[in-house]
Structures are given as C-alpha cells and as structure tokens.
C-alpha cells in the first residue's frame, strides 16, 4: 500500500507555502470566477447590451479615479512592509487612510460642483443620484482592496480566503435583489459592489485595529506619508496607462459603434479573462511574496524559481486554453444572452493577450525590486499609444474584432520590452528550446480545436471531436516534450526549495 504522505508530491503540497498559499489563491479565484461567470449570465440576461456597455464606460471612470486617489500608496506599502518594522508599517497604515480620505473629498466635491461634467467626459447619462453611488463605490473599492492586498503581503492567505468568500457572497445576493427584485437596472452592478466593498472595508478596519493598534498622533507620519508617496506616485502613472491598454478599447469602441457593442465586447473580454481569474492572478498572487523575499536574501535561488516559472508558464497556459476552448463555444451558446453570441468571436484573440500580460507582470517583480518604476512608465506609454492608434485605425473598419486584435498585439509589445529590459537588470539562462516546442505544439492544436469550433455540425459530435483532438495533444505533449523527465525534476525542485 501507497504512504501518500511519503509521496515527493505530497510533501511539496503539504509543506511548501507557496504550494498552500497558491491552493487558497486559486480557489479564491475559482470562487470569484464562479461569481463573475453568475454575475456575468445574470446581467447579460436581464440587462440589453447597450446598458451593459454602460456599466463597462462608468467602470473606467471608477478605476481611474481610485487610482489617482490611492497615489500608489497601496504598492509602496508593499514594497516596503518587509523592509520596515511593524510599528512603522503602522503609522504608513493609518496615514495612508488619512491621506486617501482628503483627497478623496476633494474629487468627489468637485464633481458634485460638476455633475455634467462626468457626462461630457463617458459620453453617457448619469443622474446625480448615481454619482455619489459611484464615488462611495470608489472609496469602499480603495479601502477593501488595501486590506486584502496586506493579507495577501503579510501571507494571510486563509483570512483572505474568508474575506473574499464573504465578498463573492455578498455581490450575488445583491445583484440578484437590486437586478430582479427591485429591477433597478445597470445601476444594480454599481450598488451591489458598493454593498460588498464596504462590508470588506469593515472588516479591515477591525483587521487593522486589532493587528495594527493606533496611538492617535503617533500612527500618523508625515515623513512616511512623503517617502511611500515618493516610491508610489511615479507608479500612477504607469497604472493609468495600464487601465488605458486594458480599456481603451471600449471608450473608443462607443465613439463609433455605440454602447451596444461596448456591451458585446465586454462579456467576450470577461469570457477571455477567465483564464486570468482562475490561474494567473492566483498564481502570481502566491509567487510574488516568495520573490521579493528571494530576492533580498538570494538572487540565485531567485533566479533559479523564475527561469523555472519561465519556462513551464507557456506550455500550462496554452494548455489550460486548449481546454478551455474545447468547451467554450457550447457553453457560450447555452449560458449567454443570443444578443450578446458574438462576444465568442474575439475570446481567443484577447486570451493570447492576457497570457502574455501574465507573464510580464511576473517578469516585472525585477523591476519593482529593483525599485526601476519609473522605467515601467515608459514601456507602458509606448505599448498604450500603440494601442491608442491601432483602435482608431482599426475599430472604423472592423469594430471590436479591431479592438480585438489592438489588445493582443499592445500587450505582445508590452511583454517584448519587459523582457528584454529585466534580462539586462538580472540575466537569467532560460530554457528556450523546450519554450519553443511547448509552444509550437500548442498553437496547432489550439488552431485545430477553434476550427472544430466553428463547423455547423451536430453540438455532442462537435464537442467529441475537439475532447479527441485535447486528448491527442496529451498524449503527444506528453511524449514529445518528454513531460515525464520534467515532472519528475520539478518534484525535485520542490523539495530542495522548501
């Protein structure tokens, strides 16, 4: 009989943070993805394209502004939480909240001064009732997400288990009551992430209280405020540009085809981020943490985890994207509003993007230790502005197919440049010719299956041909990467590493 806890692969599950930490991360954004999926079917079924595009233009403004609120404070707190001591992570903390509360009084009186203004600047109507809905959204939104980014830095991955489980909860409840019950339309999306923002804000607040004691004038601290303020503000920048290469698709989208499509374009970006929400995100959200400690005690043994991270990233990736491509036409078919179907046809378009985007957001973690942020700025500026232009060039003759192709070929920049870039900053010896099979196979049978996708055939036949055709890219992946030798030294890996 099997001693499954003698089991090499065991053993890395059991002891190994960042085998654990990633578990909760990943089933946080399974949770969370779940939640999106069911929000996503809810409103794409109750909602007509042209309001859900709406809620698509306001989120931009929602982003934007809790990014200039926030001043990049939230990441340099980060930066600095192993590098300080507690009682100086307290005063950051509390002057951080002070800080975020001025300026956010600031901006919400002037556009109460403004209400129009908001108007002429989205291209949509908004009642005044709604802008203070959407700016106490912000306010929760900056709050709850500096609480969970502290879990997440402090390596509290099971409170943050709790506390997005509580999240993901509470914004099905809501939608379904402001959507259905009261059948209050869009501005059903904005009120239930207000609802469960703030209910996270609260929970912070005890979190920071009991773990993080504040002793009035002594917790705030002006030279700290200056210095977390000197290492953010140049990321806000950087940050604004990234919200402009994610989303400037849809604004220029609604200048010359209307929300309606904005709203298509939408739910087959959010079909696209999927992949992100499930395996990306969470798995970045478990590595860093590990880096930057890696990075401060040893540049070898950091050196080591990303040429590994690397080089198994593509074949995952492309894989998860096969497999998920082999379901997803069905699926879309079967869950989704027939107004919104052709959201289908940009998913793999975007995806490829988002892959790429993952993996620069990993290789940025050099960036960030090396504190070259201002560097980030400009990649980031170039990849939007080539964006920025291939939108207008594109979306006049193609729409969101246009867009489409706009996002994955900026994001293809993006990755191009932070390559090449933390190669200079620390050199790493990557295992390009197993990247470059992995790959190559990858992208036929990817080909192969959206083919399948697309033949007007019987929907069980259609969906076993493409299973056969996942099975077959296995078994060949398998055998002609030699998978097996692979495997077997990352287990390896894994035990020395823990």
Not at 130 to 155: E, P, R, S
Not at 319 to 348: C, H, N, P, W
Not at 401 to 416: I, N
Request: overall charge positive; hydrophobic content about 55%; aromatic content about 18%.
């Amino acid at each position: 009989m099997i001693n499954i806890k003698k089991n090499k692969l065991f053993s890395i599950l059991s002891k190994s943070y960042l085998a654990k930490a990633f578990s909760l991360f990943s089933l946080v954004q399974i949770i969370s993805a779940l939640t999106s999926f069911g929000i996503l079917i809810l409103y794409t079924n109750f909602l007509p394209a042209e309001e859900f595009g709406k809620i698509s233009i306001i989120w931009i403004f929602v982003m934007v502004t809790s990014i200039l609120i926030d001043g990049g404070l939230n990441s340099s707190f980060s930066i600095r939480f192993y590098k300080v001591s507690k009682e100086e992570n307290t005063k950051n903390i509390y002057s951080i909240f002070i800080y975020n509360s001025i300026i956010f009084g600031i901006f919400f009186l002037f556009f109460l001064m403004f209400p129009k203004l908001l108007q002429n600047i989205l291209q949509v109507e908004i009642l005044r009732s709604d802008l203070t809905i959407i700016f106490l959204l912000i306010l929760f939104m900056i709050f709850g997400n500096f609480y969970t980014n502290i879990l997440i830095v402090d390596k509290k991955p099971k409170h943050y288990f709790i506390v997005k489980l509580i999240f993901n909860t509470i914004l099905i409840v809501s939608s379904v009551v402001y959507l259905i019950v009261l059948k209050e339309g869009y501005i059903s999306y904005l009120k239930a992430y207000l609802i469960s923002y703030f209910v996270v804000t609260i929970g912070g607040l005890y979190f920071f209280i009991s773990n993080y004691k504040p002793w009035f004038k002594f917790s705030i601290s002006l030279n700290n405020l200056k210095s977390l303020l000197k290492l953010g503000l140049p990321l806000v920048p950087n940050t604004l540009m990234l919200i402009l290469l994610t989303w400037a698709d849809r604004y220029i989208l609604n200048l010359y085809t209307g929300l309606a499509v904005v709203g298509i374009y939408t739910v087959g970006y959010r079909f696209a981020e999927v992949i992100n929400n499930f395996i990306i995100n969470p798995f970045g959200q478990a590595l860093c943490p590990s880096l930057f400690q890696q990075y401060s005690k040893s540049k070898d043994e950091y050196k080591k985890t990303l040429g590994k991270v690397f080089k198994y990233y593509w074949l995952v990736m492309f894989s998860i994207m096969i497999a998920y491509f082999t379901i997803l036409r069905e699926v879309f078919q079967l869950f989704i509003g027939i107004e919104y179907i052709k959201g289908y046809d940009i998913v793999g378009i975007v995806l490829i993007g988002v892959i790429l985007w993952g993996m620069t957001n990993l290789l940025g973690a050099t960036v960030v230790m090396k504190e070259k942020t201002n560097i980030m700025f400009l990649f980031t500026f170039i990849s939007v502005t080539l964006n920025i232009v291939l939108n207008f060039v594109l979306i006049p003759t193609y729409g969101m197919y246009g867009a489409a192709v706009a996002t994955m070929v900026s994001y293809t920049l993006q990755f191009t440049m932070i390559f090449i870039y933390t190669q200079k900053l620390v050199f790493i010896n990557y295992d390009y010719k197993f990247i470059l099979k992995s790959v190559s196979v990858s992208v036929l049978f990817f080909i192969l299956i959206l083919f399948l996708s697309y033949l007007k055939i019987n929907i069980f036949l259609r969906f076993g041909l493409k299973a056969g055709l996942f099975l077959l890219f296995i078994l060949m992946s398998y055998k002609f990467l030699e998978l097996k030798k692979y495997i077997k030294g990352f287990m390896n890996y894994g035990i020395k590493t823990k």
